[in-house]
């Protein structure tokens, strides 16, 4: 471990890779892998990731936005890249520099890209068009792909995912039949993992390639290793006496004597504030909670009655510490959302470390 810094977030690259190969195994044939590295990579840092995606079979790239794209170019990323966002006019004429590919729902688009993508909303109510027909019109000789994308595909019984499948299948079907060449893809990382007959030429994840679970599960149980560990450090330990309280608005008071140690790290690196006295911590690889409000910059950790740790000792938020780990799973469950707002909401405070 290097030396104690506030906080940091480790990304092994070896993981992505790692992942991606194992998602590829997923797939039949000469089906590809798209790796989606908007938002920064959810937050593990878009370059590094595409780069580790591609090493581990990925031949596709996709993002949100036509910005995204341009600095995948910018570092020298030669693969295609989807950009998969509504785009202005601005926005299409950045693309169109960087040579990526866009989404077009509309003759507007389709006609002005050069690199299309034509989109049916098969029921996800965000992007596409919901109309066949116009769907059908969009398509031209040089139209690269077909694309949907599903609203339930990681909520396992449910009966809209078979239905979203079935219109994109039909609509597909027939459009190869003219266009056999076109490049069909729905699935995300959840599609997947959950059915066979939504892979087609090429599915899109984002989340699994990074291990975290498309479910809100283990993603060991899937095959998927976590990319990225959150590390601080024992900025202070203090003695506690009775009755003596840690942070803003005295949300925790101690009942006996004990050893409080404050941690480097808060919202403003994007460890929530709504996990107050509701999330542990590694330290020693044992669980410690915290306690009190989280702040800004700092928040506090019951170490218990006796101690040996002292100011400079590592803290696990994320990951693995000895026997004991914590998964950005189990901090979305505490937080109601899912693991995706965790490593996205990591902020430019927390320095990313990418190590092999
Ligand atoms: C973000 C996104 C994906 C990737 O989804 P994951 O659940 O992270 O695998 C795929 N397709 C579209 C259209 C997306 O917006």
Not at 2 to 21: D, F, H, K, Q, V
Not at 227 to 238: E, F, K, T, Y
Not at 289 to 318: H, K, Q, R, W
């Amino acid at each position: 471990m290097s030396a104690p810094e506030r906080a940091l977030a480790r990304i092994g690259l070896g993981a992505i890779e790692r992942n991606c190969a194992h998602l590829r195994s997923l797939l039949r044939g000469d089906a590809q892998l798209c790796a989606v590295v908007k938002a920064d990579g959810y937050g593990h840092g878009a370059v590094w990731a595409a780069k580790s995606a591609l090493a581990g079979g990925a031949s596709w790239l996709a993002v949100a936005t036509a910005a995204e794209a341009e600095d995948l170019r910018r570092h020298g990323i030669a693969e295609r890249i989807l950009v998969m966002g509504a785009l202005t006019r601005e926005d299409l004429r950045v693309a169109a520099e960087a040579q990526a590919d866009v989404v077009a729902w509309s003759p507007e688009v389709a006609e002005r890209g050069e690199r299309v993508h034509v989109k049916l909303d098969t029921g996800m109510g965000r992007l596409g068009t919901k109309d066949v027909e116009l769907a059908r019109s969009l398509l031209r000789d040089d139209t690269v792909g077909l694309m949907s994308h599903f609203a339930t595909a990681d909520e396992p019984d449910d009966d809209y995912f078979p239905r979203q499948l079935e219109r994109f299948s039909e609509f597909a079907e027939e459009a190869r039949r003219e266009r056999p060449d076109l490049i069909v893809h729905a699935a995300n990382s959840a599609a997947t993992y959950r059915d066979p007959a939504a892979l087609f030429d090429m599915v899109r994840c984002g989340i699994a390639i990074y291990g975290m679970d498309p479910f809100g599960e283990d993603p060991h149980a899937r095959g998927l290793e976590p990319a990225l560990s959150l590390h601080s450090h024992l900025g202070a330990v203090r003695r506690f006496e009775p009755g003596d309280s840690a942070g803003y608005g005295r949300r925790w008071t101690a009942h006996e004597s004990t050893w409080i140690a404050t941690v480097p790290i808060g919202y403003g690196d994007g460890w929530r504030r709504a996990l107050s006295n509701n999330c542990d911590v590694l330290v020693g690889g044992r669980r410690h909670p915290v306690v009190g409000t989280i702040s800004m910059d700092n928040l506090t950790i019951d170490l218990g009655p006796e101690t040996d740790f002292a100011v400079g000792e590592p803290v696990v938020l994320i990951g693995a510490q000895g026997e004991e780990r914590v998964l950005a799973e189990e901090v979305a469950r505490r937080l109601d959302t899912i693991n995706y707002e965790i490593t996205c909401g990591l902020s430019s405070r927390v320095r990313r470390l990418h190590v092999r």
